[in-house]
């Protein structure tokens, strides 16, 4: 087995020479143009796409995070977000990777765990979607968080309410920030300065955004990807004039950016994504469903949840259980519907499209 060198630059520990061999070589070897991660997600017709994300998109995200973030080699992260989305993955990890610092990485989420990681590793961080900061406020312990100098939140909005929470108990101004998988991270509260609650701040450095008359939030900058793998229509249609379309909304307040939902269809729970269509095809299949739409209903715990309107096809009586049954074994546990509503009809325009916002 080769054993590659350390040493220690500015803090950071690098792996130089050695006998590390070509593998090492051919890493460095990399281009910021060059591809780095196909990071898939779902789109409208719930079709999943691959985000295209170079080197030179992977390091500008990393490395304005931790200039903002004051991140440094000696940092130690509580980590229990799964490393499958860009949250776990491009923000916590490769970022820990990119500074040299400590990562304590947990299986799952759980409040206990977190906060006795935190204890018995010294950490000064966490990050974590609200659902998690939701269930760290219920418990008794939440006063423990005021050890880290850092506490993050991302992937779905952070309620006022839930952001004074903790504030009241721990004294902890929890960090909102903002992202995409497309476009990685592109604003964020501020470390120094006021962390406006319900807000997600200012563009991290390099990065540009832009809120039009409509709402229609804009980015661009070093960390937006080149576009979608093998999908030319979606990549040209998700760009206007070089600028991201990130299909969210907001408003500028004295700089900060308040978001105030989405021009389309997603819900978010628990910080995953679910888009209806994916619902809506599989609750068709059942022998019992004539029509159907799927929407987010407000859940304090989960931000969202997953919501069917059902028109019964009127040979059987509605079950909601077999219904719940037959989706449980064709859909992931976050997609499936917590709540279904049996309805006469559903509420649609002239062209037959139904009006979600008259369901909600
Ligand atoms: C689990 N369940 C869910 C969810 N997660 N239901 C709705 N929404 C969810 N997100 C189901 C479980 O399958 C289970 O169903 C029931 O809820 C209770 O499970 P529980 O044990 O309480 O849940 P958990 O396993 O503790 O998960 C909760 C969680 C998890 C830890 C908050 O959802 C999570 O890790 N979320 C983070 C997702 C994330 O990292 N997103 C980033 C993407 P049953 O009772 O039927 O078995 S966005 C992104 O990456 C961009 C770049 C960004 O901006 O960050
Ligand atoms: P994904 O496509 O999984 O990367 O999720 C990106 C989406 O998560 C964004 O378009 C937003 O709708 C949402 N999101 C991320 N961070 C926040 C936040 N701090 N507040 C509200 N929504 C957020």
Excluded at 141 to 162: K, T
Excluded at 214 to 221: E, K
Excluded at 283 to 291: Q, R, T
Aim: charged share 20%.
């Amino acid at each position: 087995m080769v054993t590659p060198d350390l040493e220690v630059v500015g803090g950071t520990r690098r792996v130089v020479g050695g006998d590390a061999g070509p593998a090492a070589l051919a890493l460095d070897a990399a281009q910021p143009d060059d591809v780095a991660l196909i990071a898939y997600t779902s789109g409208t017709t719930g079709a999943p796409k691959g985000a295209v994300l170079t080197h030179g998109n992977l390091l500008a995200n990393s490395e304005s995070i931790a200039l903002t973030w004051r991140w440094d080699a000696e940092d130690r992260l509580v980590h229990a977000l799964p490393i499958f989305h860009g949250h776990g993955l491009c923000v916590a990890l490769y970022t820990s990777l990119l500074v040299g610092s400590s990562v304590v990485l947990l299986a799952r989420f759980d409040a206990d765990a977190v906060l006795d990681a935190c204890a018995a590793h010294r950490a000064t961080m966490f990050f974590g979607v609200p659902t998690m900061y939701h269930r760290l406020a219920a418990s008794s312990r939440v006063g423990e968080l005021a050890r880290l100098r850092l506490a993050v939140s991302g992937s779905a909005p952070l309620s006022a309410d839930l952001h004074g929470a903790i504030a009241g108990s721990a004294g902890t101004q929890v960090l909102e920030r903002y992202g995409m998988t497309e476009t990685l991270m592109t604003l964020s509260n501020p470390y120094e300065g006021e962390r406006r609650p319900g807000t997600v701040g200012f563009p991290f450095p390099g990065v540009e955004a832009r809120v039009e008359d409509d709402g229609a939030l804009f980015v661009r900058g070093p960390t937006v990807f080149s576009g979608y793998w093998e999908r030319p229509a979606a990549t040209s249609e998700s760009f206007l004039d070089g600028w991201f379309r990130t299909g969210d909304l907001g408003v500028v307040e004295d700089g900060y950016v308040r978001l105030l939902g989405r021009s389309t269809e997603l819900i978010i729970s628990g910080g995953y994504n679910v888009y209806p269509a994916e619902v809506e095809d599989v609750l068709l299949g059942h022998s019992s469903v004539a029509e159907v739409a799927v929407t987010g209903a407000p859940s304090e715990e989960w931000g969202e949840v997953v919501c069917a309107w059902v028109v019964p096809d009127g040979s059987s009586s509605p079950d909601v259980a077999a219904l719940l049954a037959y989706a449980a074994e064709r859909l992931a546990p976050y997609k499936r519907p917590r709540r279904v509503h049996f309805v006469d009809s559903l509420p649609r325009n002239s062209l037959g499209k139904v009006r979600r916002s008259e369901l909600r």
